[in-house]
């Protein structure tokens, strides 16, 4: 149940759903109300005046706002939910915000849910006897901080109290206070996102006071030793009755390492980091978490934790503050996991003004794929398969030095075939890594030495059909399978017919993913204006082949986007940002999953879109030579 | 700042401060309202109509309630806060619910803080991918439940969800979800109530589903080795680096041990204790969460802690259920602990409907005192000395085997002095505990041998007053002092001068802590019309001697009352009863703290009180013959 939340005097509307608070509803709108608590009720500076569905008064209203101006209509925008058609008069802001541009051009609006608040407490005399607790909660309410003093602080409070002279820096994070530190130390404070892959984790430092990422670096997942994939890392799990400990064990060393690394290059502290936002896939957070992805990685596919989860880093041995927290995203489902979420935050494919229908894809061995609009979001787990990867490609390799990336074929002259190999010209290619296997197939379409069902052409048939000889003579088979010679003879890198089976398998996965979308939401591809290629592998495809083997929607070229790791990016969002990190939490309310697993359509489509669409985008001089 | 509440229709006015809820206010008023949730806001049983009064609507509200109800003025009471005058049609109980009678004529609703609840789960399936969680906290919600679930728990679930078919019992302590159990465990909940004295701790396991205490058990606190009150405790902190560590290792040795013992005696096993209630003075409380009691033995007497408190028991390394948890009630100040607070809620002095002034004294190196009605209430503590424990008196000790702990002295006959000795009349005495000294003096004053100056007549002034020569002969001197022979010549047990004057400053110093309350309330000793001595050695204190030497107001001998271990009570209460926990982290609000340290008039008053007062009672026979 939606309703229309009108804002005045810029007459923005929005459809928020019931209960969402009209302080959450104007941030969504675009519309950040002046705040600094974040939303919890206790700044008391978001007041609005209901013109209309001004229905309760909440205890935080009674403590802010008078009796006349309640009477009036105003009141805690944080505190007043929408149950009806809402009209809200928005004060102009009192401080102009500080806000940062992060993800896929998100103007963000710097609200952490970090806070150092700096205290000069009065001294406790025969008069004025409360306890030290009740005297730092006491002097934190006048700052309009409401706060659960989190109970490891306690004994450390009254040495703190008395050594630092009764002046003191509260930390808040969320609504606990996790630390009391002597003397002003409000300048200085940092949290870390992090994006857990099964392959990469990244990590960035970010400065919250500024918003500045002071370092960022990536490094492998320490799990990688069990298994490439998420299910080769559940399997040990399930064989081996250490195995949840040793994963656990080593995605913590991971990050630990990575931040130790990150904080020795910024010259910050590991205790300067009072919060962390993970994101990643269901797996790889269950792991670290140290719960068994096992019940993920069987039908029906279910994981131990979806929802938002805050809790205590120390609790899951990451070596930040003491008392620092962890914040991870919600998934999805049990394969678009909470790095999607985070994707989706970042890229704004729900919130954009616009109400255009795009389309997030994360390429990999499960193509993760959202489709929707502010009205509107479906999303949907693709099997794809491992030869993105390079795997079960007979050149295929990883996206590592010596691989092709790249493929040209110009069929005129003798540079018929160019390649670009990763590292750089100089190196003699190795191998073939995803984004080169689908240049490569995109490129024999385009040249018409590979049909729309997926055939490589003999020779003979090639030669018939007029193609240079340069390219037919490149026509070869190996091992009894017809193949294509992509390097010079003497490297014998080629792609076989059954590689480009193995590619039009995995794109045919995914596209037949897109397709139970359009159908569920009733449109069709000419609907889709714009895709957003996620994920590293994303930064790599060039749009154009995605296009021609039929990966992605037959939109124009500019128009398919790589939109780089919008998963970290997304976590960076959440930290800098608490009302973005709300908007992530409910994003899995707002976008349907549909599984594909035993749906009985899902081959009929996938068979339907296994064809390569018609080259449309070939140059038309080639293939009528 | 209160307003009236009446509750229709039986018409029951009580003032609830400002933003008191209803639901709690109609508790105190003596009128449960329905509820299984506690007023958290989740069942939505607790509907009243507000006639009058009925400002705002909350999301619970519009949860639970339809719109025309609302517009009619229907609320959940435990969401609608007192603003103002109030009027609420209460409806009939549609349950009757359970209750006990507890504390000093408490009736109790049984309203635990722990629940349990029997949920059969819906099996996952490709169409219902929630997570575990997810789905326990759905079906959790639909019983009326809204948690947040302890993350230590969700490492477990997925192994206690598919291994009991998706038939569990949820463990919920407040607002948190503890424990998943297999299967239906729904019958057995227990919890344990422990009063921490300085000298001797009391632990009751309590079966929460029936109200019964299954075990109780007293021993001696293991901190005894340091000190027998709370200042050398404090010192022993003081002076050396590892005290607090060994002080609290000792406590929670303590409590560890007397746990094991009670649940081996009542076959209950410690993981089945989900919650813990503990009372104590601000520094038996202090070392028990591990916090230095430092600054509350130095002015101006500062607890770290002293708002009411809920933590995980294991935190602090008591052994119950690993996520059990563990409440402390608040202070009321530094000398005027938990188990105050606690006592004054066990005996209903601060809600009898009655409107009658009470005194609460609970005797010992610190007299704690509470003087209030429903109206209002005032507390101190008068530092008494360690006169009443049979210390710094010459033939003084504990109350353990052969201490007097009554005298009786009759005048006429050859029995004229009749002592009671703690072990049996065949134990000859070996000395005087609090509860004698009590008596001897109260008994030298009514015969007329003790003066209202405290002096004790010589044997010449004594034969001069026409004393029988039994009790003459009595009167000698030891040591150059002043002595009245208590025991039979050969054991030698006197009263001295100088003993004297130690109950006397003892009791005066308690005396004119009453006297400051009763001056601040504005009220005389003539308005008090029941006094309660509360703590074990109030119990063995006679009434009749207590007013005689002034101990306290001169009130009908039957109107002073030993309430027994009141503490263990309340806590008890509070462990049976959210709503009364409720009640008790109210009161510090309530009762108004005055300090007497540094108090100008305070030496004024204690000179005033320290004569004795007027032998009132004593037969007027013995005193003229």
Known sequence: M???VTFLPQNIVTHAPEGTTVFNAANWAGLPIDSTCGGRGTCGKCKVRLVRGADGVSEADHRFIAEAELAAGWRLSCRAAVHGECVAEVPRLMSSPKAALLGYGQHVLLDPNVAKVYLKLDEPTLEDQRGDLTRLLDALRVEGWDVRP??????????????????????VVGDELIAVEPGDTSAEAYGVAVDVGTTT????????????????????NGQAAFGADVISRASHVM??????????????ATLNALVAELCAQAGVRPEQIYEAVAVGNATMLHLLLGITPEPISV????PAVDGPVTVAAADFDLALHPRARLGLLPHLGAYVGADIVSGVLATGLVRNPDDRLRLYIDVGTNGEIVLGSRARALATAAPAGPAFEGAQIRCGMRASDGAIEGVRIEPQGAGAVRLQVIGGGHLAPIGLCGSGLIDAVAELINVGLVDSSGRLLTPAAARAAGQPSELVERLVTVDGVRAFLLSAPGQNIVLTQTDIR?????????SAGVHVLLD?????????????????????INPASARTIGLVPQVPVDRIVAVGNAAGEGAKMCLLSFREREAAHQLPGFIDYLELSGRPDFNDIFMEVLAFPPPAGAPPVVRRQ
């Open 2 to 4: 939606k309703y229309p």
């Open 520 to 540: 569920a939401m009733g449109v069709t591809p000419d609907d889709v204006y714009e895709v957003l290629l996620a994920g590293s592998f994303g930064s790599y």
């Open 150 to 171: 989190d109970p490891a602080l306690w004994r450390a409070l009254p040495g703190v109290l008395r050594d630092s002279d009764w002046t003191v820096t509260a930390v």
């Open 201 to 220: 984790v990244v990590a960035a430092v970010v400065n919250l006071m500024t918003g500045a990422v002071v370092a960022i670096k990536s490094t492998l």
């Open 239 to 252: 064989a081996d009755p250490g195995g949840l400990t040793v994963l656990h064990e080593r995605i913590v």
């Open 502 to 510: 193995a590619l039009q398998f995995a794109k045919g996965a995914i």
């Open 299 to 302: 039908a029906p596919f279910i």
